[in-house]
């Protein structure tokens, strides 16, 4: 049995782990629940047990989000985070240590939606936007001023009269369920992993380093903070009413509330109304109204005592299991499928739920027609959460994995060091097949028009595509006596497959469906090869020395371009007109400076971002390293640069230099 103190630091690691998947990779893996319960757990015994404190402990920090790839800036009043409660009774406790804190005061409460999506801290001088802070590490957060401008419920200059000279007003950013779904229809679509939730997806979209990607995918934005000197009122309800007549987004849901009656009663409504709402959320907020009295009541070291949050219960419904069906993608990977008794679950009727792969359903321990516990919270994708064993049909088989394609019949291969299965007859299955060709004609690959999902599956069934290539074999004729076709149709295709000669070879080479080969993953061969010749004939260390193409890719690359079958569908593509090496782009002065200088990137600049420095490094010649070895000539360093970096670069003897001094290099 562990003793305290052991049990602390599991504590500790077990919460830094989680901490991570969430703020880092945006990938929770425990609910918000289950996070708040060990926090709790973990603080009960460093204040009953003080002889084990750590400065470093979890509790006495504010979970990070914090990108290396962005310029940061330090708060000016720290983003703390609020105390989280899961039940009503829990919050009428809120409002009487409020009242008995300020003495017998009057006091009211304002009630807000607590809306599921990514913390923001703006600031404004003068009515215009200046800069878009994300919460970090509560200390400090990342600059992300250009993504939030593309946000067009965000004002970037403010309406109205009345604002101060200097404010900030903070807020979240979200993604609307119309736009989460169509996001992650996309992604299904090209085999990429799902958001699980609008959370996940708005916080990584705020991350990315294109703000032309960050405004296609159509994040909004709702406040609920007003922060600064010489603000309009005494009063935060007041100061958001002033906050929304100057074009900010503040919910409608935000209310003044006079007690404890308020209180119970807003809570009981929003628990069901919410499913209603455009975005999603996770719960509710409570804030005592008058900032003289939060004044009063203060902070604690991590959360204001003048406020609260009430955190959803994730619904959970119970339903039968008709049976599972095994899919297969386009890359061959079988995913198996719970088909349920349709049971509705925050709005919305569920009838089918994926079990992810065989480990998952031998966890489960899954039997035929077991009624099956299925929960959506924060997490919008239907899962899988338990089985009812005691609702299990007598003598009810267990379920099994299939051990050969559902489409084809081909004997299924195991994924090396992962617990996913394959079908391995690339060329003869029909939803590989099919599928290849559905992501050929894609947008962000060839992006031809009036070819969609059904279009490219009813064009193989009908004989006139069998791989991507005869594509561009089509003729009008062939296209207009297809059932609800015409001419316009015919047209429409026609112009579409011209248009795509045009798209770069980047995306070609995306488009060709090399497994493990995703769209960045192809950018980074694209470039480094720069053409599909070279590409052809590189060797395994070739490949690997391109940044982030480990064996896997490498050999996947390999084995694509070995096969006669896939060398034909190439040099077709060729003679149809594709582009199949780098275009010389003009925007991008290329020179051979740095021509084979291996350079390490490290820290946090200001002149130009981490990719753009990379881009910079390949278009003079240079190679970008991860890892700092012998072999690398100089380490490109910005601000914060790691101390183990800078210890083990002057332990090898390699030059370390600042941007100016790069910029310079590379100079005329």
């Not at 599928?435 to 962000?444: P, Y």
């Not at 010749?533 to 020395?545: G, P, V």
Request: aromatic content about 8%; some cysteine; proline content about 4%.
């Amino acid at each position: 049995m562990d003793t305290i103190e052991q049990e602390i630091e599991r504590l500790r690691r077990d919460i830094e782990q989680y901490n991570h998947e969430y703020y880092v990779l945006n990938s929770p893996t425990v609910s918000d629940k289950e996070y708040d319960m060990l926090m709790k757990k973990l603080e009960q015994l460093e204040l009953q047990h003080p002889e084990y404190d750590d400065p470093l402990s979890p509790s006495h920090r504010v979970g990070s989000d914090l990108t290396k790839g962005f310029e940061q800036w330090p708060h000016e009043r720290r983003m703390l985070s609020l105390g989280n409660t899961y039940s009503i009774e829990e919050v009428d406790e809120f409002v009487h240590r409020c009242s008995d804190a300020l003495s017998g005061q009057e006091f009211s409460i304002v009630g807000e939606m607590k809306f599921d999506g990514t913390s923001i801290s703006l600031h404004y001088e003068n009515g215009r936007l200046v800069r878009a802070v994300t919460r970090g590490d509560g200390e400090k957060g990342d600059v992300v001023t250009d993504n939030i401008k593309t946000i067009r419920s965000i004002p970037l200059r403010l309406s109205g009269s009345g604002w101060p000279e200097k404010f900030e007003i903070r807020g979240e950013i979200v993604l609307p369920w119309k736009a989460f779904d169509e996001l992650n229809a996309e992604r299904e679509f090209n085999e990429e992993p799902l958001f699980a939730n609008p959370r996940n997806a708005a916080s990584g979209t705020l991350k990315l380093q294109n703000p032309a990607e960050v405004a296609r995918r159509g994040l909004d934005a709702y406040f609920y903070y007003l922060l600064g000197e010489n603000l309009p009122h005494d009063n935060h309800y007041d100061n958001m009413m002033e906050a929304r007549k100057w074009g900010f987004k503040v919910s409608d849901a935000m209310t003044l509330l006079k007690g404890i009656d308020d209180v119970d009663n807003y809570i009981t409504h929003w628990d069901t109304e919410r499913r209603h709402l455009p975005v999603a959320t996770d719960g509710l907020v409570f804030k005592i109204n008058s900032l003289r009295q939060q004044l009063n009541l203060g902070y604690t070291a991590k959360s204001p005592r003048w406020a609260i949050a009430y955190k959803f219960q994730a619904e959970r419904a119970l339903t039968r299991l008709r049976f599972v069906s095994f899919e297969v993608g386009r890359m061959g990977v079988i995913t198996p499928v719970a088909n349920l008794e349709p049971v509705l679950l925050s709005g919305t009727i569920v009838k089918r739920a994926s079990l992810h792969n065989e480990d998952i359903i031998q966890q489960l321990d899954i039997h035929e027609h077991d009624m099956l516990y299925v929960e959506k919270g924060g997490e919008i994708i239907p899962k899988i959460t338990g089985v009812e064993s005691g609702d299990r049909e007598p003598d009810a088989p267990s379920i099994k994995f299939v051990t050969h394609c559902p489409a084809c019949g081909t004997e299924l291969v195991r994924i090396e060091g992962e617990a996913s299965w394959m079908c391995p007859n690339k060329y003869g299955c029909l939803p590989q097949q099919t599928g290849r060709l559905e992501h050929f004609v894609g947008r962000r690959m060839m992006n031809i028009d009036g070819i969609g999902e059904e279009t490219a599956t009813l064009l193989f069934k009908e004989g006139l595509v069998k791989n991507i290539a005869d594509l561009y074999d089509l003729k009008p004729e062939d296209i207009k006596v297809l059932e609800r076709f015409g001419e316009r149709s015919a047209d429409r295709i026609m112009a579409g497959l011209k248009d795509s000669l045009n798209v770069p070879f980047e995306r070609v080479l995306y488009a060709l469906s090399i497994p493990f080969a995703g769209e960045t993953v192809s950018k980074k061969l694209a470039r480094a090869a720069g053409s599909i010749d070279r590409l052809m004939a590189m060797t395994s260390d070739e490949l690997t020395a391109i940044d982030d193409i480990g064996p896997r890719i490498a050999e996947s690359v390999i084995e694509y371009f070995q096969n006669p079958a896939n060398r034909e569908i190439v040099e077709r593509l060729r003679a149809a007109g594709l582009q199949m090496e780098i275009a010389a782009d003009s925007s991008t002065e290329r020179s051979d400076k740095l021509n084979g200088k291996t350079i390490v990137i490290s820290g946090v600049f200001t002149k130009h971002s981490r990719d753009e420095y990379k881009e910079l490094i390949e278009s003079n010649g240079g190679k970008n390293s991860g890892s700092i070895s012998k072999k690398t000539d100089f380490i490109l360093a910005g601000a914060n640069m790691g101390p183990a970096k800078l210890e083990k670069a002057k332990k090898l003897g390699v030059p370390v230099i600042d941007e100016d001094t790069f910029l310079n290099m590379i100079a005329d």
